[in-house]
């Protein structure tokens, strides 16, 4: 499955954001890296600086024997892995190079390359020393930023922000670093600003009208409260938060997929890939103090027991008639793993409602399904009164449950709507996989075996031995018609397998972005408990290790060069380099022999006359122009790195990045002649409850706009008026 940490890490999302120009509620993100967020920012507790050496000595040497004994690709633990893990290390924990400066880079410099001795021996002296560098940081840092916003900055410098850290060298003092600092500070404040005063000057404007000072008065404000939330969150961190990130820049230099799970991680991960928990069934947020019921989830104990409500804050909770733990200041984490639990117990929730009441609520725990997260279908039609139908599946992700109850299967519910689409009597079925990071294996080979008769779907190699050929034995073909599957740059792994073995079966027509993510790598959990027989370390967590690479079954991989649609659609991404080659350490491109392979359950019958047909309606349509257009500013953007930050200088450059952006606002519209309609066989459900309906009625409406989904419905047509001409139908 795609590792979204290492993509959040190496995509520069502030630069793609609805209004595509870089807003200050993203910013803070950008200068320390997602995943350095993650080491920073967990726990409720303070600061633990003690630590349990024998634990994390076995923790080590247990996540070293499983790379070494079953990663595809190991890497000897010698000086050149440790300068990569010390560089990785770095880039992870201050990738803006906004918290340490050369002095400090100078006293870890020194470890270099000693990395892999301290790896073996089990010891941690430069993870220490970067802990307590990173501690005096924070407090030097926050001086700084709570010193720069406690009174109005001058605006009038002729001065640049660089954004790129890649582009700048370790701050040479703290003279320096803390003029990074003011620049940062004042891009701040002075785009926070410049927002406002674009809101002011609109004709519909309604309130009061304010200066240039008044607004930076209120701004700085809020920016001074932003920061020390985070950096709140920040000094919370534990060790063992602290740790995590150490460990996985050890396994990501084997690859940007293997990783260290803790216990809570490895929960959550199994939750996500099964779309199943035990809990209440409701979604929570914090703001660093309170945390809100979002949303109740249709179906679960919450919404069958009735009395939470979305904006209730949790105040206390209590397991059954137990103590009643006020929970107020807790970081979400914590919260949540009080109110999950077994299947049948009790939480006991003390909730503060909007009206300021508290009221107590008793809520029996049981299996909560996601069922956002599964596969749904749609009919579409060219329009009202059209007896034609196409099938519409989305899937995304490909979820399962591994466990004995096996209560979710994305193949067995993607048979399920092959079944409910052929009762509406349908022509043809979009299978939309656009950004499906993947999931189960196991399921994906069997998915792919509901479109062929039987054969290989895909090869999967350990690092010495031979492919294994996984098959679809099953002779059976649920749906004998036309097929489209539609992708994009972040359709990855198991999307990818699904997506290949249609195209080398000329089994259907693959439609989307220039290419798919390129992770053709597989991954399996290791227990690490069972790497020592000491039980007062467990539980030490679990490591997701890469064990094997999957080829297509003409021997060619996905790693790195993805699937190259047969159909390109213009995406606002298609300029932009994505994917698996951006990461840090990523497996390489290899190839193995192909295998026979063959289908007569359909054949495409001339997809250079749907490739000519599509171009023809793309070069004439206006909206892809558009998008077109807009793909190629976003990669003008991407390449920008230095901002203004002189007040009249920012304000042009901002008014220029908002009349870019406003030609391509409201892009999307309403499609006529495309017609969405919902199963006969799913009405009921989504009747049953007005939040599902609503839910199920703003995606309709998203569908509706979608011009690459109605692109790919005008595909479909032609395949089956082809179908027909050749005497198919």
């Known amino acids: 499955m795609l590792n979204l940490k290492r993509v959040l890490r190496t995509f520069d999302f502030e630069k793609f954001i609805t209004d595509m120009k870089l807003k200050s509620s993203l910013v803070l993100f950008s200068f320390i890296g997602i995943a350095g967020i993650a080491f920073l920012v967990n726990r409720t507790h303070p600061v633990n600086t003690d630590s349990n050496p024998q634990k994390e000595a076995a923790l080590m040497q247990a996540l070293l024997q499983g790379l070494a004994n079953l990663h595809f690709q190991p890497k000897a633990i010698d000086d050149q892995f440790s300068k990569e893990v010390y560089n990785l290390y770095l880039k992870d924990i201050d990738n803006g190079k906004r918290f340490y400066n050369k002095a400090d880079i100078d006293q870890l410099k020194g470890f270099e390359t000693k990395l892999d001795d301290q790896a073996n021996a089990g010891t941690f002296e430069f993870f220490n020393r970067s802990v307590e560098l990173m501690e005096k940081a924070l407090v030097k840092t926050q001086g700084w930023y709570r010193e720069l916003l406690a009174k109005p900055m001058d605006y009038s410098k002729n001065e640049m922000l660089e954004s790129d850290p890649k582009k700048l060298e370790w701050a040479k003092d703290d003279a320096e670093l803390r003029s990074r600092w003011e620049k940062w500070m004042k891009y701040e404040v002075l785009s926070r600003v410049t927002d406002e005063q674009t809101k002011q000057d609109k004709a519909d404007f309604k309130g009061e009208k304010k200066t240039f000072e008044q607004l930076e008065t209120e701004q700085r404000a809020k920016v001074l409260d932003t920061y020390d939330k985070w950096y709140k969150r920040m000094q919370k961190a534990t060790r063992a938060d602290r740790m995590e990130l150490y460990l996985n820049s ?72 137990g103590e009643a733990l006020d929970v107020m200041g807790w970081e979400i984490d914590d919260v949540v793993s009080k109110i999950r639990g077994p299947k049948g117990t009790v939480v006991t929730l003390t909730v503060q409602k909007t009206d300021g009441t508290e009221k107590t609520i008793k809520i029996t725990r049981d299996v909560v399904l996601m069922e956002e997260g599964f596969a749904k279908s749609l009919l579409l039609k060219g329009s009202e009164t059209e007896q034609d139908k196409i099938g519409y599946i989305y899937l995304p992700k490909f979820y399962a449950d591994f466990t004995p109850q096996g209560a979710t299967s994305c193949a067995a519910d993607v048979a399920k709507e092959i079944e409910k689409l052929k009762s509406e ?91 798919t993510y390129g992770k053709g790598t597989v991954q399996r959990f290791l227990d690490l408990d069972n790497a020592t027989r000491d039980e007062s370390v467990k539980p030490l967590g679990d490591m ?136 006969s066989a799913d009405l009921p459900q989504i009747q049953a409850d007005t939040s599902r309906a609503a839910r199920n009625e703003g995606w309709m409406k998203d569908k509706k706009k979608d011009i690459q989904l109605h692109e790919t419905f005008k595909i479909m047509q032609d395949m089956i008026r082809m179908d027909a001409v050749a005497g198919k139908q």
């Open 425 to 515: 009597k349908v022509k043809g079925i979009i299978l939309d996989l656009r950004g499906n990071g993947g999931g189960s294996l196991r399921d994906v080979v069997q998915m792919s075996g509901l479109f062929i008769e039987e054969g290989p779907i895909v090869q999967v190699k350990n690092r010495s031995k031979t492919p294994d050929i996984m098959r679809d034995n099953d002779s059976r073909v649920q749906w004998g018609g036309p097929l489209v599957v539609m992708v994009n740059g972040f359709s990855a792994s198991a999307s990818e397998i699904l997506a290949a073995a249609m195209q080398d079966y000329h089994r259907a027509v693959i439609v989307g972005s220039t290419s």
């Open 250 to 321: 050890i396994t990501n230099v084997f690859d940007p997929h293997t990783g260290y799970f803790s216990p809570k991680d490895k929960e959550n991960f199994d939750i996500q890939m099964s779309g199943k928990l035990e809990g209440i069934g409701a979604r929570l947020q914090s703001d660093g103090e309170k945390t809100s019921v979002t949303e109740i989830v249709t179906g679960g104990p919450a919404w069958k027991q009735g009395a939470l409500e979305v904006k209730d804050v949790i105040v206390k909770v209590a397991q059954g008639e």
């Open 544 to 679: 997701k290790l890469t064990i094997q690479k999957f080829y297509r079954i003409t021997g060619k991989t996905t790693q790195l060069d993805g699937v190259t649609p047969d159909i390109v659609l213009p995406d606002f991404y298609n300029f932009v380099e994505l994917g698996e080659k951006e990461n840090d350490y990523p497996l390489e491109s290899t190839t193995i022999p192909a295998v026979p392979y063959n289908q007569n359950a359909y054949q495409i019958a001339d997809l250079g006359k749907l490739k000519s047909a599509s171009a023809a309606r793309v070069e004439g349509n206006e909206t892809f122009k558009k998008v077109n257009e807009n793909a190629m500013r976003l990669r003008k953007q991407k390449d920008q790195t230095v901002y203004p930050l002189e007040g009249n200088k920012y304000r042009m450059w901002n008014k220029k990045q908002d009349e870019e952006a406003d030609r391509y606002d409201n892009l999307f519209k309403p499609i006529d002649g495309f017609v969405l309609e919902n199963l």
